[in-house]
């Protein structure tokens, strides 16, 4: 993850990108003793890491592209 916030990228151009924000995804919902240790170890790092977990992921396809989690239910269900 310190690689995340302290080096470049290349787009599919070519271009060398330095990120300015930086996602800790989870698929659970993060627990706040992870939080703690991993943000611990992110002490002045360049930019900011946001944790963004399940649950806000599904929050966020509810509120944003609920034809997304409507798709995936059906396809859970056959």
């Known amino acids: 993850m310190r690689?995340?916030?302290t080096t470049t990228v290349?787009?599919?151009?070519?271009n060398e990108l330095k990120p300015?924000?930086?996602y800790l995804a989870c698929p659970e919902q993060i627990k706040?003793?992870?939080l703690d240790e991993v943000m611990s170890q992110m002490i002045g790092l360049p930019?900011?890491?946001?944790?963004?977990d399940g649950?806000?992921?599904i929050n966020d396809i509810r509120d944003?592209?609920?034809e997304l989690?409507?798709?995936f239910f059906q396809w859970v269900k056959s």
Do not use: A, S
Request: with cysteine; aromatic share 10%.
């Open 32 to 34: 706040t003793r992870f």
């Open 10 to 14: 290349k787009d599919n151009e070519g």
């Open 3 to 5: 690689q995340c916030c």
């Open 64 to 66: 944003y592209k609920p």
């Open 47 to 52: 930019i900011e890491v946001r944790p963004y």
């Open 55 to 57: 649950v806000q992921i």
């Open 69 to 71: 989690l409507e798709n």
């Open 20 to 22: 300015n924000l930086v």
